[in-house]
């Protein structure tokens, strides 16, 4: 099971204790106990709360299967790559102002500054001395820029070979 | 044209139309649930976002960015309850990210009485409290993005920034 779906299931058997709980107590009621309202409120709110968690988590299941489905497709991509390229890797450089990126292969033993130099070449957009290079997760990567592609890889530093070029903010 | 010392002014008609084409060109063959957002109507966008802790564990984030006074202005960006997909001060503190000590950014649950404020000069509410800011870190319209919002505060979702959920 992957974790979405383990999620989904936890929450659906709280929903099932919580429904489970309101049968009993309204049974009680039922009986002529004394009117417990405040606990039939209770377990209602926990039913409306647990609905809305499953609601949350089948959103976070169905955006597990999708990128699941992302990394097999890229996973394919890669094989047959390397099989057509096996001493290039592929890079890709996402400029987020224009919108605009490049993909290219490129020697395992290119430095990332020099990656970044040729990406911008093909982008046509000028490096600017103060934009920054990240990994789409948000990783700054101003420390590894003199790494070569094997090394990024080899030290685990990015997951793929996929790089945003990103300018200044002010604010804080 | 710099929006450098001016007010926010709302274009809605314009703001769909750039968001539409920014959208278009941000997704590029993909689709909008290949990249896990939502699109809830033609002026919203809706981005699930991960922080990681530095023991490694991942916390849920839903950003709302709003366009109706895109481009000229950044998107309007708040961090908002997934459940309500709204954001009500104190009771939805904790759908904010507590990530102190960045440089360019920093989020505030209630910024002077202002409600939720994404500090950076990539977000609408920034310039709407009249935060200060270098000239040349304002938001350049006719050249910047969404993209590049989100992409600012991915940063600081990361070790050693992130810490955990805000509070009331």
């Known amino acids: 099971l992957t974790f979405g ?89 996402e400029d987020v102002n224009s919108l605009e990126s490049v993909d290219f292969h490129t020697p395992w033993q290119t430095k990332l500054n020099a990656a970044w130099t040729e990406a911008a070449r093909l982008l046509e957009e000028p490096r600017r001395t103060t934009d920054r290079l990240q ?7 101003t420390p590894d820029l003199d790494l070569t592609l094997r090394d990024l890889e080899e030290r685990k530093i990015v997951t793929a070979l996929k790089f945003q070029i990103v300018g200044p903010t002010g604010g804080a | 044209m710099s929006i450098f010392g001016q007010a926010p002014v709302q274009n809605v008609a ?37 922080a990681t802790r530095s023991e490694g564990n991942k916390d849920a984030y839903l950003l709302r960015l709003c366009f109706d006074h895109y481009p000229v202005w950044p998107p309007s960006t708040q961090f908002v309850n997934p459940l309500t997909l709204d954001y009500r001060l104190t009771e939805d503190a904790r759908w904010v990210p507590q990530a102190p000590g ?57 070790p050693p920034y992130y810490v955990g959920r805000s509070s009331a």
């Open chain 2, 14 to 50: 314009q703001g769909r139309q750039a968001f539409a084409d920014h959208l278009k060109r941000a997704l590029g063959n993909r689709t909008l649930d290949d990249v896990g957002w939502a699109k809830p109507d033609d002026l919203t966008l809706l981005v699930p976002l991960f």
């Open chain 1, 135 to 141: 990994t789409p997760e948000g990783k700054d990567l």
């Open chain 1, 5 to 93: 779906q383990r999620y989904v299931d936890m929450v659906c058997g709280c929903n099932f204790a919580a429904r489970g709980e309101l049968h009993m107590v309204r049974k009680e009621e039922g009986r002529g106990a004394e009117s417990p309202r405040g606990e039939i409120e209770m377990a209602e709110s926990e039913i409306q709360r647990a609905e809305a968690e499953i609601k949350a988590a089948e959103g976070e299941l169905h955006h597990a299967e999708a990128d699941l489905k992302h990394a097999e497709e890229d996973l394919d991509r890669a094989k047959e790559d390397e099989h057509r390229h096996p001493h290039e890797a592929l890079v890709e450089f």
């Open chain 2, 102 to 158: 960045h440089q360019e950014i920093a989020f505030h649950t209630n910024y002077n009485g202002s409600g939720q404020v994404v500090c950076c000069s990539l977000t609408l509410e920034f310039y709407k409290v009249n935060h200060s800011v270098e000239k040349d870190l304002v938001w350049q319209g006719d050249k910047q993005t969404f993209v590049a919002t989100i992409a600012a505060i991915k940063r600081v979702l990361l």
